[in-house]
Each structure stands twice: as structure tokens, then as C-alpha cells.
């Protein structure tokens, strides 16, 4: 081979070297090329799914404060609800803890506005809604609508009372819920209805009878006086003046049960109650005096609408039984009319109080009964009278013992819008 070969063939080896390197550069830059292009890839998603987790984790926190802030505000609108009622609203759990017990039903069982927490025995003590609750708890039947009388002085007087058991989600029992309302009006306007409808019965029945009685006590009396006292022998003269003394105390009695039973026809004026009662102790003032006593008209009194005249008599009457008991026994009287105003309801409170012996605690309201008397020569009339004209004016008269001894009789009249 000539020397031109052996440099062809060289130059081709070291083209081929030469070549080859190129080749092996060029592989080389285009997987570091693939690398870096699936890292910069790999990157990108973890960073979009970084981006994606903050958006939804933000999206959540959001909803949790809306969430937080929606059960916040149905919670605060439950609690003024309950706050609210005007029914008293109380919750038992089914070990007897009290769970809720609202404003109005602490005013209505007369409870402390603190320390209602713990069984519910503890906190109504010996009310008869504890009774019912208990049933409640024990049995299976709910209760609706059931009356309890209470003997709250600072609450309710009567209650009307519904008891529901409170079911899970499993069925079993969680507990009771129990609403109550003050029937204490409707109670009242109940007793005040039905003794309207006695005395208006009463007074037809002896309406009857006294007629009766006033024509054979006239005839009677027209034929005692028909004798000459000064003609008849001394001995017989003491028995006429009797028939005439007793025919005169029959005719009396008659007198007032026509006025008790005639029906009562109102009419009705704006009475200044300070008026009344100034009148009621002037007319016992003179007999008072008499008897060494004293009689005094203190308070606020109002105005109400009601026939003047009624009035006047039921609080003459009361004046003056006040006045005969303390005489019966032997006391120099002292009679104490005081007015008292209440806002709610919007009533007056007048109290005629005495020194006397007072009323036996245990006769109640029968002293208000037609014909009931505990005086040898009472009718029973009096305060039966007195009754109707208040209950007639829609009020309410009661008694009680004085504190300083002797009686009270409390007249409750509402008074007239202004």
C-alpha cells in the first residue's frame, strides 16, 4: 500500500473515532435533556397539588366557621326562646336532673332565679308537678292538659300541665318535657261564675220564701198593734210588747232576704273608692265613739266602675260586722280601712281589719254563705250580701287572720281604664 493509502486510511479512523464521540455526546445531552424535562414535569404537578390542598383546606376552614357561627346563633336563638316563654318550660334528664328550667317557670312555681340545678325533687321540694313528672318518667302515657292547685305565695295558684316523654334516636327514653300555664284566672273566673249562678239560684228560692213570710209576719204584726197596752192587765203587756219586738226583728230579717235575693241591677258610674271608704267609717264612727274605739281610713284606693250604692253597703257591711264582732266580745274596736293599687293586674286592694276575736281559720269560706252565722242573733246575711255586691263587680272578697290580732277582710275590684 502507498503512503497516500495509509493516509486515507488513517484520516477514515480517525473520522470514525471522531464520529463516534459525537454520537456518544449526542445521546448524552439528549437523556440528560429527557431527565431534566421529567423533573421540571414532577415539579409542576407537585406544586399544583400542593396549590389544590391549600384551596380546599381554606374552603373548609370556611365552612367550619360558618358552621361554628350557624350553630352558635341557633343556639342563642334557643336560649331566648326558652328565655322568652311565657309557659314554664322544664327538662328532666331520666336520672332526674333538671336540664332546663326557664324564667317563667321560676316565677310561676315562686323559685329563686339560682340554685334550680339538681333533681328535680330537691327544687320543686313538695309540689305536686314533682308527682307528675315522676309519673311521667315511670309510666309510658304522656299527660295533657292536667290541672294542679298549688300552694305557691309568690307564684301561681293553679297550673295547667303537659308532660311528653323525650325519645333518642334509638327509641329509649332521654328524658321528659314539661309545660305549664297559670290557670290561676281562669280558675277564679271559674268560682266566680259558678257562685254567680248559686246566688242568682239562692236568691230566686228565697225571694219566694220571704214573700211568704213578710204577709203572715204583717198580718201578725198589724194585730199586736192593734192592742192597747194601757187597757190590758199589766201581766199580759210584756207579752204583747215581745210579739211586737219580735215581729219587728222578723220583719227585718225578712227585709234583708228580699235584698239579698232581689237580682242585682248595676249602675255602673266612675266611684272614687277613697269616697266609699270614708262614708263606711262614718257610719260606724258615731257607735265608735260610743264605745270608746277607733275607726281610720289610710292608703291608695283609685277609681273603679261599679254602682256606688253597692258598694257603699258591702263596705258599710263590712264596717260594721267588724264593729259587732269586736262588741261581742267585749273589746273597745279598732277598724282599719286601708286601700292598697296593683299593677298587675290592675286592681285595688281594700282591707277592712279589726281587733275582734277573730275568724276560726277552719270555717274558710263559709262565712260568705247565705244564712251561715256563728252570732246567737246574726241572719247570716251580712257577708253574704257583701259577697254578691263584689262578685257582681267582678272582684272577690276573703278573709284571714290580722297579724295583730283579729280579723281581715280583703276586696279585690279592678279597676276602671283610664
Not at 325533687?121 to 315511670?138: G, H, K, N, Q
Amino acid at each position: 500500500m502507498t503512503q497516500e493509502g495509509y493516509l486515507l486510511l488513517g484520516l477514515t479512523v480517525i473520522v470514525g473515532v471522531l464520529a463516534a464521540v459525537v454520537t456518544f455526546a449526542l445521546l448524552k445531552a439528549g437523556a440528560a435533556a429527557r431527565q431534566a424535562s421529567r423533573g421540571l414535569a414532577a415539579s409542576g404537578e407537585s406544586a399544583f397539588m400542593q396549590a389544590a390542598l391549600e384551596e380546599a383546606l381554606a374552603k373548609l376552614r370556611v365552612q367550619e366557621r360558618a358552621m361554628t357561627a350557624r350553630a352558635e346563633a341557633s343556639e342563642r336563638l334557643s336560649s331566648e326562646i326558652i328565655a322568652s316563654m311565657t309557659s314554664g318550660l322544664m327538662v328532666v334528664g331520666t336520672h332526674g336532673d333538671v336540664r332546663i328550667l326557664n324564667p317563667a317557670a321560676r316565677r310561676l312555681l315562686g323559685l329563686p332565679d339560682a340554685d334550680w340545678k339538681g333533681h328535680y325533687r330537691d327544687v320543686l321540694a313538695s309540689s305536686p308537678l314533682s308527682e307528675v313528672i315522676e309519673e311521667s318518667l315511670t309510666g309510658s302515657e304522656p299527660i295533657v292538659r292536667r290541672a294542679l292547685p298549688l300552694k305557691s305565695k309568690t307564684g301561681a295558684s293553679h297550673l295547667g300541665v303537659t308532660v311528653s316523654r323525650i325519645r333518642d334516636e334509638h327509641g329509649g327514653l332521654s328524658g321528659v318535657i314539661c309545660l305549664f300555664t297559670d290557670l290561676s284566672a281562669v280558675v277564679e273566673l271559674e268560682e266566680q261564675l259558678r257562685l254567680k249562678d248559686s246566688l242568682a239560684r239562692l236568691g230566686e228560692l228565697t225571694a219566694g220564701l220571704a214573700h211568704e213570710f213578710r204577709n203572715g209576719l204583717a198580718t201578725i204584726h198589724g194585730y199586736s198593734r192593734l192592742f192597747d197596752l194601757e187597757r190590758l192587765p199589766p201581766e199580759y203587756r210584756s207579752y204583747v210588747q215581745g210579739i211586737r219586738a219580735e215581729g219587728d226583728a222578723l220583719s227585718e230579717i225578712v227585709t234583708n232576704f228580699l235584698n239579698f235575693a232581689r237580682p242585682a241591677e248595676l249602675t255602673l258610674t266612675p266611684v272614687d273608692m277613697q269616697v266609699i271608704a270614708e262614708r263606711g267609717a262614718d257610719d260606724i264612727r258615731q257607735e265608735m265613739r260610743a264605745r270608746h274605739g277607733q275607726v281610720s281610713v289610710k292608703g291608695e284606693f283609685g277609681t273603679v266602675l261599679g254602682d256606688e250604692v253597692l258598694l257603699r253597703q258591702a263596705i258599710s257591711n263590712l264596717c260594721r260586722n267588724a264593729l259587732e264582732a269586736c262588741s261581742e266580745a267585749g273589746i273597745a274596736p279598732r277598724i282599719v280601712i286601708e286601700g292598697a293599687l296593683d299593677a298587675s293586674p290592675r286592681q285595688l286592694r281594700l282591707t277592712v281589719a279589726d281587733n275582734g276575736p277573730g275568724v276560726d281559720p277552719s270555717l274558710g269560706d263559709q262565712i260568705f254563705r247565705p244564712f251561715f252565722t256563728t252570732r246567737a242573733r246574726g241572719t247570716g246575711l251580712g257577708l253574704a250580701l257583701v259577697q254578691k255586691i263584689v262578685v257582681t263587680h267582678n272582684g272577690r272578697v276573703t278573709v284571714a287572720a290580722n297579724p295583730v290580732g283579729g280579723a281581715t277582710f280583703q276586696v279585690s275590684l279592678p279597676l276602671a281604664h283610664e
